[in-house]
């Protein structure tokens, strides 16, 4: 995502002169080129993210339009205050580029795993939160962030995530969900969010296995977010499923949650897959981190088949 994620903020830097990335002391590797190519674009404020905030506020006060990046929980929860008082309160067309999120950066411990980010970030006024969970998601909601006006938190991966899509071109619309698989009035609708559409993937192919059908849906803005898309699965399906590599807790889920519980009329049942809420002290590759608190397909599943009843 980190490639597709550069990718479109050069032609974005291309076309308009105002937008600047700013670093935290990070991201050589990927963003060298950028650097090279735009250097008056381009600026490492060093390891200060609270600092690198504050010169995003004021710089888009300036006319210019801002995007700030660096590992994880760093830029996010390392300035939390600067984010809520300077970019959110004034409305400003920053957007926090976070890599790295839920276990990307597992083997280096907890300190660097972003599992609350997006319901602490979900909270802030104003501030438009999307979580795409494939490199064209990512490009789409990079140069959806370039355009529109107000704050964004963009939420990434880093480690060579897989397009999901397939070969088809994928079209974003702000607050709205992708269909990616399956029939759209099946039982059971899966959302993947969060980073982990992949997961609500390789669970519909178990449960085709199985006899049971299901649709997918993929979830890249979490706020807004999709009431209309879940309203509708929720008079249809019995099982809305989601999944999302975050905390069960302020995320995907829980926004689901939220609407079919408003819902009167509604006949399905949520089930959540997300992480639990505890300080996950293992170290390890995503996989293995994943496999530890619980997300994959086989829990999916497992959760699924027993609720259905059609086998455990």
């Not at 050069?10 to 590797?29: K, M, Y």
């Not at 995530?161 to 099946?186: C, F, N, Q, W, Y």
């Not at 926004?255 to 949520?270: D, F, G, K, N, T």
């Not at 996989?287 to 397909?297: D, E, I, N, S």
């Amino acid at each position: 995502m980190r490639d597709a994620f550069v990718a479109e903020l050069t032609r974005l830097a291309e076309a308009d002169p105002s937008v600047l990335l700013l670093t935290g002391d990070l991201g050589f590797g990927v963003l060298a080129d950028f650097a090279q190519r735009f250097p008056g674009q381009y600026l490492n404020a060093g390891v200060a993210e609270q600092n690198m905030a504050g010169l995003a506020a004021g710089l888009s006060l300036e006319g210019r339009r801002v995007f700030t990046y660096s590992i994880a929980n760093f830029p996010t929860l390392r300035c939390l205050e600067q984010i809520r008082n300077d970019i959110c309160y004034h409305d400003l067309p920053v957007t926090v580029v976070s890599v790295g999120g839920g276990f990307a950066y597992g083997p280096l411990g907890f300190s660097h795993h972003a599992t609350e980010d997006v319901a602490i970030m979900g909270a802030l006024p104003g501030l438009r939160v999307m979580a795409p969970n494939d490199p064209e998601e990512a490009r789409a909601c990079t140069a959806l962030a370039g355009t529109l006006p107000g704050p964004s938190y963009l939420r990434l991966g880093r480690n060579g995530e897989k397009s999901l899509h397939g070969p088809r071109k994928v079209t974003i619309r702000e607050g709205r969900m992708i269909h990616v698989t399956g029939g759209k009035d099946a039982a059971v609708a899966i959302l993947g969010g969060c980073g982990a559409l992949d997961v609500a993937i390789e669970a519909h192919g178990q449960l085709h296995e199985a006899g049971l059908d299901a649709s997918v849906w993929s979830s890249p803005f979490i706020d807004p977010f999709d009431r209309e898309t879940v309203a509708r699965l929720a008079c249809k399906a019995r099982w809305i499923v989601t999944t999302e590599e975050h905390a069960a807790i302020g995320g995907l889920g829980t926004r689901c949650a939220h609407v079919i519980a408003s819902l009167p009329e509604a006949r399905a049942r949520h089930i959540g897959i997300g992480l639990p809420r505890a300080t996950h002290k293992h170290v390890g590759d995503q996989r293995f981190m994943r496999a530890q608190a619980g997300l994959t397909a086989e829990h999916v599943v497992k959760a699924v088949r027993a609720r259905c009843e059609i086998g455990s």
